[in-house]
């Protein structure tokens, strides 16, 4: 696959993002902490996958092959949020994640959905509809584990502040890439950008004692094409996302 | 009324819907949740299979029987030591 323009790489951060948070989320469908929890991340795993379909798709219309973009392309070319490389260590990791990771996916869109390409206008709504349930359940459960005290609300806060320098940096890339975007009034400013995930994740946040505001993103090894810090998802999840043991059924 | 909504202890919540709007509310199932911002998220989730106009969700707590305590629903009430609450 050649390198994308800028567009191409905003849509594939977006749909690569959603496509491993659903299979991370999808890790925990059994061995949450109840019935209704798993059957909440297999709804939300789903609604990922979903999203990144229809971003996927929207490649297309840029000139992209989305059979190759979705099944061909080995790790090193994936261009997702590093906070997802790797398989969840606990349930603070899957929470930590639902407000960090998720959030910053759901603000992206917001500044997508907000410009003025008009295939975002028109999709990102009902995709920040769904998200709406990703964002109570993530606040409800940071909240608590937070205000639980003791190992939970440990966990919960190291957890998201071990995501949260790399997911800025992917939320605010500092590149020229980025910069044509915002100048093409394709998405928003980073300033507002900022401003849109302090007023998401902000409060949820802080009941663990951590503040938005003094998080700096991990800008070191920013690898301009992918759109992201040093790294790449786990081959396991890999495989996964790009279907490899379905290959022999694939329909297009 | 459950006395565990703020912890990470379960109550039980009922889960009423209607598919359109002039259609009554009817009971379409229970969860578990531990409050009730996560009850309404589980709710949603777990009873998505429909395309629901308005879903509401109740702590099985605060439904009181009106005509007879010794009726289905109220032997599963909160608090009592024969229901499952």
Request: one cysteine or more.
């Amino acid at each position: 696959m050649s390198a994308p323009d800028p567009l191409a790489r905003h849509i594939l951060s977006l749909a690569d993002t959603k496509r491993l948070l659903g299979i991370r989320y999808s890790d925990w469908i059994l061995g949450s902490p109840s019935i209704e929890t798993g059957i909440a991340a297999s709804s939300m795993a789903q609604d990922e996958w979903g999203h990144a379909r229809l971003l996927y798709s929207m490649l297309k219309r840029l000139g992209f092959d989305p059979f190759e973009v979705e099944h061909e392309r080995p790790a090193d070319r994936y261009y997702s949020a590093p906070a997802l490389d790797d398989p969840f260590e606990d349930w603070a990791d899957f929470v930590a994640a639902t407000v960090v990771v998720d959030g910053a996916l759901a603000v992206a869109l917001e500044s997508f959905g907000g410009g003025n390409f008009a295939l975002a206008r028109s999709r990102v709504p009902k995709m920040l509809a769904e998200e709406e349930y990703h964002r109570q359940f993530g606040a409800a459960w940071f909240t608590r584990l937070a205000g639980s005290g003791g190992e939970g609300a440990a966990r919960v806060r190291a957890a998201a502040l071990a995501m949260l320098p790399s997911t800025l940096a992917w939320l605010l890339p500092d590149d020229d890439l980025n910069g044509t975007l915002v100048e093409e009034g394709a998405i928003w400013a980073g300033a507002r950008v900022r401003e849109a995930c302090e007023a998401r994740i902000g409060a949820t946040l802080a009941a663990a004692g951590v503040a938005l505001a003094d998080i700096e993103p991990a800008r070191a090894g920013w690898d301009p094409e992918r759109r992201r810090g040093p790294g790449a998802p786990a081959e396991e999840a890999v495989e996964r996302a790009r279907g490899d043991r379905n290959r022999a059924l694939f329909v297009e | 009324m459950s006395g565990a909504r703020g912890g990470l202890a379960e109550s039980v919540y009922e889960v009423f819907a209607r598919k359109t709007r002039g259609e009554p509310l009817r009971h379409i199932g229970y969860i578990d949740a531990p409050g009730d911002e996560l009850a309404r998220v589980y709710a949603w989730k777990t009873y998505d299979e429909e395309n629901w106009f308005e879903m509401c969700v109740v702590p099985r707590g605060a439904v009181m029987p009106v005509n007879r305590t010794d009726g289905p629903w109220a032997a599963n009430r909160p608090g009592r030591k024969d229901g499952a609450g």
